[in-house]
């Protein structure tokens, strides 16, 4: 076999070394992209909006890539893009939502630091050699110049997959008579709108009690058994691009209310037993949580996940990164030595 594709992945997640946030699907991908022979170094800095942070960053990925050790960039999120600029090697950027549309605020509307990382975006956007969005909807925020591929992140099938309840239960020391409603993510995050699931959740304790759990900062292998412990994952976001939890909980055939946002429609499209609310009223929400928990019982999404399987996406993001690889030289060989 010829040489090994050899790819510097960067991100500017600020919740790497927490152990939150998105991070953890990147530390999942660079492993499956290692165990298919690709050569992945990962090089997270934190960002925060400050842009001594991204000069920092910016000098050590021209130090890293000038002397020949990668054959392409892989920027996670289009604000840690510009870290590869001007390229010196291929650029792949994966787009992951807030980005390239905006961060929003509390009251719905951008910020105006939304307003800068949409525009630092689709600057990037531009210039690279390859687009990657998490779901179609997110194609309309790019330049119409820019083609962009869609790769959600992949789902690890072998570890979200249905498991009885009441076993779950017992390994997470949770009570078997209890009616449980999962919320996944970040509860500081107001784009996540926590305020709004507690409100529906009040109200639906005027009628059936429930207890609202938050999967946060937990290992994987712990928020599988939350999905199969649960009676409904709610999802009340007011921007996403493909939110994972909503299609782990479909692959473990967990309940999934959740209002409009990013793919979710499209995800519960044709699943018997999930409920999109038309509006993002707590009393909407409520209603359809509440009409969830009196039917009591599992879907079958599971068998709509299946395309999303991690290593099929992982096989489709190598061939993006066969395609922006030059078709001379050394780097032929490998195309050549791939297929």
């Not at 289009?78 to 787009?95: D, I």
Request: charge should be positive; proline fraction near 6%.
């Amino acid at each position: 076999m010829g040489p090994p594709i050899r790819v510097l992945m960067v991100t500017s997640d600020s919740l790497w070394n927490s152990g939150g946030g998105p991070a953890v699907f990147f530390a999942r991908q660079v492993e499956l992209l290692q165990r298919e022979g690709v050569e992945v170094d990962l090089f997270p800095f934190r960002g925060a909006r400050h842009p001594h942070n991204y000069a920092l960053a910016w000098w050590e990925v021209r130090r890293q890539v000038k002397d020949g050790s990668y054959d392409l960039v892989h920027a996670q999120f289009g604000q840690s893009g510009l870290t590869a600029l001007p390229k010196r090697v291929p650029l792949v950027v994966t787009f992951r939502g807030d980005d390239l549309e905006g961060s929003l605020g509390e009251n719905g509307r951008y910020l105006p630091a939304g307003w800068l990382l949409r525009f630092i975006s689709r600057l990037v956007a531009r210039q690279a050699d390859a687009a990657i969005v998490a779901s179609e909807h997110m194609k309309r925020y790019l330049p119409g110049s820019v083609p962009a591929h869609v790769l959600p992140s992949g789902i690890d099938l072998e570890l979200f997959r249905p498991e009885a309840r009441d076993q779950a239960r017992r390994r997470l020391g949770l009570a078997e008579e209890q009616r449980l409603i999962l919320f996944m993510g970040n509860p500081a995050l107001a784009r996540k709108r926590f305020a709004l699931a507690q409100r529906a959740v009040d109200i639906v304790n005027r009628s059936i009690p429930t207890r609202l759990i938050v999967g946060w900062k937990l290992p994987h292998q712990e928020v599988a058994a939350l999905m199969s412990s649960c009676d409904v994952l709610v999802c009340t976001s007011m921007q996403e691009g493909s939110p994972n939890a909503v299609k782990e909980a479909l692959a473990c055939n967990l309940p999934v209310v959740s209002v409009r946002v990013g793919d979710v429609p499209a995800r519960l499209r044709g699943i018997s037993g999930c409920e999109l609310c038309p509006d993002d009223r707590a009393e909407t929400i409520a209603a359809a949580l509440e009409r969830v928990l009196r039917r009591g019982s599992r879907i079958d999404g599971r068998s709509a996940m299946k395309h999303l399987d991690e290593r099929f996406l992982t096989q489709r993001l190598i061939d993006i990164y066969r395609s922006v690889l030059p078709t001379t030289g050394a780097l032929a060989e490998k195309l050549v030595q791939a297929s």
